[in-house]
């Protein structure tokens, strides 16, 4: 059975920080790119951040996210810094494989004072 899930969310003040972490199994963790993505209500699910044979970030991100992993636990992780409270959203971890691509269930952020 395949998992991916998700923590490290919470309510945090503009300009504060927080690092989420997206544990996996029931796959090769190590044969999949990772990614993160978030979702605001009413909007479409948009990219944030890909680790695989290159790291991209969206332009909104870059500078102040950094996605990094560690195959030996099987997790990916998101940290993320300067944040504002448009970086509000639920945050979802993305394992994309050749075949196969898995989504994990949401963590939340709330950037707010």
């Known amino acids: 059975q395949v998992t991916l899930v998700e923590s490290g969310g919470g309510l945090v003040q503009p300009g504060g920080s927080l690092r989420l972490s997206c544990t996996a199994s029931?796959?090769?963790?190590?044969?999949?790119?990772m990614a993160w993505y978030r979702q605001v209500p009413g909007k479409e699910r948009e990219f944030v951040a890909r680790?695989?044979?290159?790291?991209t970030y969206a332009d909104s991100v870059k500078g102040r996210f950094t996605i990094f992993r560690d195959d030996a636990k099987n997790t990916v992780y998101l940290q993320m810094m300067s944040l504002t409270p448009e970086d509000t959203a639920v945050y979802y971890c993305?394992?994309?494989?050749?075949?196969?691509?898995?989504w994990g269930q949401g963590t939340q952020v709330t950037v707010s004072s």
């Open positions: 680790t695989g044979a290159a790291i």
């Open positions: 993305f394992a994309d494989g050749l075949f196969y691509n898995y």
């Open positions: 029931g796959f090769t963790f190590g044969a999949y790119a």
